[in-house]
């Protein structure tokens, strides 16, 4: 039984002029069972469901993302920046195809467009009411949960922690420690690795996701931050009191993240543009009745409206003419920079060489400083034969 259309319309007028006897009514069914109790019943199951695969995504995720730091220190890297910024890589693009683009691809029917893609096996030719209440429902889900999930995660392992240490004590709070080397004990007491490579391709994730669906569902964007501001206060909470000295990285991670962000802009412009010139989402005035229950809804809405007035008007225009714009400087910006400077070459800002005339370090050293560095290399020549600065 369906659980939508006319049924829908009917429980749900009838809940608010009977809502004591709605659910047991029979309204003259043939078998005599409660229609509106079978409704409600369906509807509670698809909430469910569709909730659970909110969840279900980013504990994926999660295994996704275990898979593949396996995966990349198992092949090996010659330098931990570089072993870093493949694995930031890989998780990010595994983790956005499984959360972005998976439940969109597996739901969407094409084949009303020239070019389907092969994507012809769903039930959503386009971005429409159907495609928000199910997939659209499903990804704000998970990004409320992975706004969280940190706060969850930190309580997790900090859970562990504790308790590992409870056991070396002997289940008391303040016993003797069982470790017999300090190294036994230093690994029991301190806190987790600090990892930098699956946070950056959470941040990115995050930041794909909501450029790619932010203009059909702005409430994106506040989620997105607020994950952000989790995160932020977690990680620094967590550097200072939890995780054990992280080494010291070179800039080259960092570069590799905001190189990867650059993308994003594209995205957000091509797929806010078809969701703008989508006419049912915007309007009522373009719906087509369905013959049957199962046939696709008629999109009205192709590939060919780029050519047309009507791909150009409202905010159509300013997001293809950006997306235009920045796929320009995506392709050809450095090139285009490259003749820019050969044109006017005061434009260009090129290594600045720092030449501050600092003296040496003794001289640099008041009278205090100077007399207890040589003392203290003194006592070590004399106590230890060995040493600690030159002679010069």
Known sequence: MASSGCLQCFCQQEYKDDPEHYYTNTYGSPDDSAICAKYSDAVFSVYIWTTALSYLLIGINYVLRTVCIMLVD?????????????????????????????????????????????????????????????????????????????????????????????????????????????????????????????????????????????????????????SYLVLYILEKTYLFYGYVMPPMYDERLSNDVLNKLQFAPLLFTIFGYWMVSSNQLISNEYLTPKTLSTDLYDPQHGYASIFSPKGWEGLNWPLLVTFILLNFIWYFGEWFAGCLYKCFPSMQIGDIEIDESIDNYWKSLDADDRKWSKREEENVRENLSMKLLTDS
């Open 74 to 226: 198992w092949i090996g890297f010659p330098t931990e920046t570089e072993r870093l910024s493949k694995t930031t890589s890989v998780t990010f693009y595994v983790q956005f195809f499984n959360s972005a683009f998976l439940l969109m691809m597996t739901n969407a029917n094409l084949s009303g467009q020239v070019f389907s893609f092969g994507l012809i096996s769903g039930k959503i030719p386009d971005f429409n009411s159907a495609w928000f209440r199910t997939v659209g429902d499903i990804i704000v889900g998970a990004m409320v949960f992975n706004a969280i999930y940190p706060v969850i995660e930190v309580g997790m392992y900090w859970g562990l922690r504790i308790l590992f240490r409870c056991l070396d004590r002997g289940c008391s709070c303040r016993g003797r420690t069982k470790s017999t080397s300090i190294q036994g004990y230093v690994s029991v007491q301190q806190g987790p690795v600090y990892f930098m490579h699956f946070k950056y391709s959470t941040i990115l994730t995050s930041v794909y996701i909501t450029m790619l669906y932010g203009v059909g569902m702005p409430i994106l964007f506040p989620i997105a931050c607020f």
